[in-house]
């Protein structure tokens, strides 16, 4: 049983007006400190506002459930040390956390890797989607600013190389992988928060979650360096990643039971000059088996 918060319901309708006219949920957090609420209060309560407006779910009226502080922590996938083998290179660990589980990771693509994937994906960018809530259907969004494509895994030399590396980094099979995602963020691009684990608010991802299980993982390696803007931003934890070619972050917010961890919640700051590219590698904790 964890922790009752109760909130005013003007509290609530603040959030949401905010929310919605953009405003970082790490800037709401801040506001409410000046007023006196306690950290964990105020963490506890956007992060229930953010995560029920991306589950399409009613967001809570007066009151969250925080969880029990005394729980035990996640045991992480990734491997410990300042460095791990993964593959085929050997990957520096720049900045780690335990819980939730993030590091900052260098050197997981070289610069003829990252060129090449480029090269590759860019004459088959769409604009980006998001999973629609309430339907479950990709559609495209203001939201999200991107451009983007898949690559089917092991679809070609290169393509099966960094697969495999990936996953010897991310520490699950090889099978666990949907196929590598590259994104591209032109100047003025971004993301809003959002997570990467599929809410199962909708039929379209429990079919999902039925087939392959969840999302537990996010490898997101930066194929090039924007001159300005662009960071990977984690608002529940105050973490703002620059985009540096070669350079990854990696997070964990599932475990082999389902459960989720909504403080993964992330966002790309707007590329403010030049252009972003990344590479994204999703996770599953069983065998990724695609809808067609």
């Known amino acids: 049983m964890g922790t009752v918060v109760r909130f005013s319901p003007d509290l609530g309708r603040w959030l949401t007006r905010h929310l919605d006219a953009g405003e970082m949920p790490l800037a709401l957090v801040a506001t409410m400190l000046k007023q006196g609420m ?3 209060s105020a963490q506890g309560i956007v992060a229930a506002y953010v995560d029920a407006r991306q589950r399409g779910a009613a967001v809570p009226v007066d009151s969250v459930e925080l969880p029990d502080e005394t729980r035990a922590p996640p045991v992480a ?3 410990p ?3 791990i083998r993964a593959f085929d290179r050997e990957i520096a660990v720049h900045v780690r956390t335990a819980d939730p589980v993030f590091a900052a990771l260098g050197g ?3 610069a003829d890797e990252c060129r090449a994937v480029i090269e590759m994906a860019r004459p088959r960018l769409k604009p980006s989607t998001l999973v629609d809530p309430v339907s479950g259907r990709d559609v495209v969004s203001d939201r999200r600013t991107s451009w983007g494509m898949f690559f ?3 679809e070609n030399e290169l393509i099966a190389r960094l ?3 990936l996953s010897a980094l991310m520490n699950l099979p090889l099978e666990n992988g949907e196929g590598l995602q590259v994104l591209h963020y032109p100047t003025g691009a971004g993301s809003d928060p959002h997570h990467d684990y599929l809410a199962p608010g909708n039929a379209a991802n429990r079919e999902s979650i039925a087939r392959s299980g969840q999302r537990v993982s996010t ?6 360096d924007p001159p300005e803007g662009g960071q ?3 608002p529940e934890l105050g973490l703002a990643v620059s985009p540096i070619r070669g350079n990854a972050c990696y997070f964990e917010y599932g475990d082999d039971d389902g459960r989720v961890d909504a403080r993964s919640l992330h966002a790309s700051a707007p590329v403010t000059r030049g252009e972003k590219w990344v590479m994204t590698k999703w996770m599953r904790n069983r065998t990724f088996v695609s809808a067609g």
């Not at 490898?219 to 090039?224: G, H, P």
């Open 38 to 40: 306690n950290e964990r």
């Open 77 to 79: 996938r990734l491997a």
């Open 81 to 83: 040390g300042t460095r």
């Open 108 to 110: 997981v693509a070289d």
């Open 152 to 154: 089917r895994l092991g």
């Open 163 to 165: 697969d495999r590396r």
């Open 219 to 224: 490898l997101v390696t930066y194929l090039n």
């Open 232 to 234: 990977t931003v984690f």
